[in-house]
Structures are given as C-alpha cells and as structure tokens.
C-alpha cells in the first residue's frame, strides 16, 4: 500500500506542471478574450452608421471621413501619452502594411492635446497612415463622443456603405474581420 502511495504521489507531481501550464494558457485566452467585454462595452454597435469625422490632419489639411466613402477605414483612436497604444501600434502599422495595398484606408484618430506630442508620437512610432486630430482630451473630444471612446486604443472597422463593421480594443480582432474580407492576406 505504502509503494501505491508514493506511485500515486509521483504521478500527481508528473501531472501538475502539465496542469498549470494548461490552466495558465486558459487564464490567458480568457483574460485576451475578456479585453473587450471590460473594455469595450459601449462602443458603436455593427450596422451603425459611423459618425462623421471632419479633423485636420497633422499637416493642417482638412480631413473628412465621409471622402472614404466606398472603402473599408480602419479607424485607430488612440494618443502619445497612452502606454497601451504605443505597445499596439506596432500591430497597426503591420495591418496598414497588410491591408492597405488591398484599398483599405487607416486613419489614427489622436486625443493628443499639444501638436509637438502628436507629431513627435507619430514619428516615434512611425505610423504611415493618416492622422487626425482636434487636440482635446478624450473626454472632452466630440469625435471620442460619438464614437463612445472610453478606453484607448479602441479599433472601429467601417465598411464601404459608412457603417460601423468591428467595434474593439484588439487589433487581433480587425486582423481577423480584415482577413474575412480579403482571405487572399491570410499568412
């Protein structure tokens, strides 16, 4: 009985690496998952019409989002001052990168409230899409008003008809419904 018990033992000290390893990996799918149950709960909705956007862009031209129409727009809000865009960006730029030679349009929409830390962002980032900007808070942008920005980065995907396509805080998830739209991009 006393050999069962340490046999029985040793296989429960075998098992649990194994098991908190798998239960690590769980925590973490659910933690990903959960990103935009905590985060992203009122965000425009698929099927609504996406607000219009008229914001200069970092070069003082006017910019007006209803002049996309007819293409798919990745619209990215996000600021210099937010740790958690600068560590996204990257995964933004490698979606332009992936979709822009299919048409789709990416415009950053920034909560930037001084033009040096906007453009200094955007160069240290090296973001090569548009952007704009009317250099107010968050909570204080209508932009971020209409599009319910509570949390940044937040992702919208406009379809070509002006509507809200994906509504998220992942870029995991625009790179999934961007994928769907053009499955020739799948690596």
């Given at each position: 009985m006393k050999h069962f018990k340490l046999l029985l033992l040793a296989l429960a000290m075998t098992a649990m690496p194994h098991a908190i390893n798998a239960q690590a990996q769980t925590n973490a799918q659910t933690t990903a998952a959960d990103l935009d149950a905590k985060y992203a709960t009122e965000l425009l909705k698929p099927g609504t019409e996406a607000p219009e956007i008229a914001l200069n862009t970092i070069d003082g031209k006017q910019f007006s989002l209803k002049s996309l129409r007819g293409k798919y727009v990745v619209l990215d809000f996000w600021a210099s001052?937010?740790?958690?865009?600068?560590?996204?960006?990257?995964?933004?730029?490698?979606?332009?990168?992936?979709?822009?030679?299919?048409?789709?349009?990416?415009?950053?929409?920034?909560f930037d409230r001084n033009n040096e830390s906007w453009?200094?962002?955007?160069?240290?980032?090296?973001?090569?899409?548009?952007?704009?900007?009317?250099?107010?808070?968050?909570?204080?942008?209508?932009?971020?008003?209409?599009?319910?920005?509570?949390?940044?980065?937040?992702?919208?995907?406009?379809?070509?008809?002006?509507?809200?396509?994906?509504?998220?805080?992942?870029?995991?998830?625009?790179?999934?419904?961007?994928?769907?739209?053009?499955?020739?991009c799948a690596e």
């Open positions: 001052w937010c740790s958690d865009c600068r560590r996204d960006a990257p995964n933004i730029v490698a979606l332009y990168n992936k979709f822009h030679q299919k048409g789709v349009e990416f415009v950053g929409v920034s453009k200094n962002g955007v160069a240290k980032l090296a973001l090569p899409y548009t952007q704009v900007s009317d250099l107010k808070n968050m909570r204080e942008s209508p932009v971020s008003l209409a599009y319910h920005i509570k949390w940044i980065p937040s992702v919208y995907v406009i379809d070509p008809e002006g509507k809200v396509a994906l509504a998220t805080v992942m870029s995991e998830k625009v790179d999934a419904y961007l994928t769907s739209v053009y499955p020739d």
